[in-house]
């Protein structure tokens, strides 16, 4: 299991993007639509392999017929840092090795993307959402295609009550993520061509 990337949720996409640019000084690149849940999202770049996406319930798509991934169902106020994305070569293996509650493998595809993604059935995830979504890309990954942004992920920190307990069940080592007993929320810090940067949810 290894860093993928991470989200910021907004009420509309154009919110969330504002929010990354204005946050980052940056501008993000255009992504696409999501069939199955139904949401939209555009795209930054990152060094060492990760992306940044903006997400948001798409306001033209259909209703879904289940929650959303992220549970944008719920999402509400200003944009903010929602959810961190961890890759796996093995989903099922993961899934086994957690508790119950980080949700069914779904198959999903946009364009020639391909990837298979751990959805809880009532779209939240365990520890207040501040447990990582769980991916495995079945092809492609998106992060090469992206234009290079000049930003490096130097920090997320992960806030829990539980940040502990929440650690151990993971067993994930990355020198960048670490956990904090606090309130439930992130916290990412980057090094920018404009010097150091943040994004809070």
Same mark, same amino acid.
């Given at each position: ?6 989200? +910021? ?7 969330? =993007? ?5 946050? %980052?000084? #940056? ?13 939209? /999202? /555009? ?6 392999? %990760? ?7 798409? &306001? +033209? @798509?259909?209703? $879904?017929?289940? @929650?959303?991934? *992220? ?7 200003? &944009?903010?840092?929602? /959810? ?5 070569? !093995? ?10 509650? *980080?949700? #069914? ?13 751990? #959805?809880?059935?009532?779209? +939240?995830? &365990? *520890? !207040? /959402? ?9 092809? &492609?990954?998106?992060? $090469? ?5 000049? %930003?490096?992920?130097?920090?997320? =920190? #992960? ?10 069940? %993971? ?9 904090? @007993? ?10 920018? $061509? ?8």
């Amino acid at each position: 299991m290894q860093l993928d990337h991470i989200a +910021v949720a907004g009420e509309n996409l154009a919110e969330a =993007t504002a929010f990354v640019e204005e946050a %980052l000084g #940056v501008a993000l690149q255009p992504g696409g639509a999501h069939a199955v849940f139904h949401t939209h /999202n /555009n795209l930054l770049g990152l060094a060492d392999g %990760l992306y940044l996406e903006a997400i948001a319930v798409d &306001p +033209v @798509a259909p209703a $879904p017929t289940r @929650a959303r991934w *992220f549970d944008l169902d719920r999402f509400s106020g200003a &944009p903010r840092l929602s /959810n961190w994305i961890c890759a796996c070569d !093995d989903l099922d293996g993961q899934l086994q090795r957690l508790p119950a509650g *980080f949700g #069914v493998p779904v198959d999903l595809q946009r364009g020639d993307l391909r990837w298979r993604m751990a #959805v809880p059935g009532d779209g +939240v995830l &365990p *520890f !207040d /959402n501040c447990a990582p979504a769980l991916i495995e890309w079945q092809g &492609p990954h998106p992060a $090469p295609r992206l234009a290079a942004s000049g %930003l490096r992920l130097r920090r997320l =920190t #992960v806030r829990h009550p539980l940040a502990a307990e929440l650690a151990a069940v %993971l067993g994930f080592g990355d020198e960048r993520v670490d956990y904090e @007993a606090g309130a439930a929320g992130l916290w990412a810090e980057f090094d920018t $061509p404009h010097g150091p940067r943040v994004l809070a949810g």
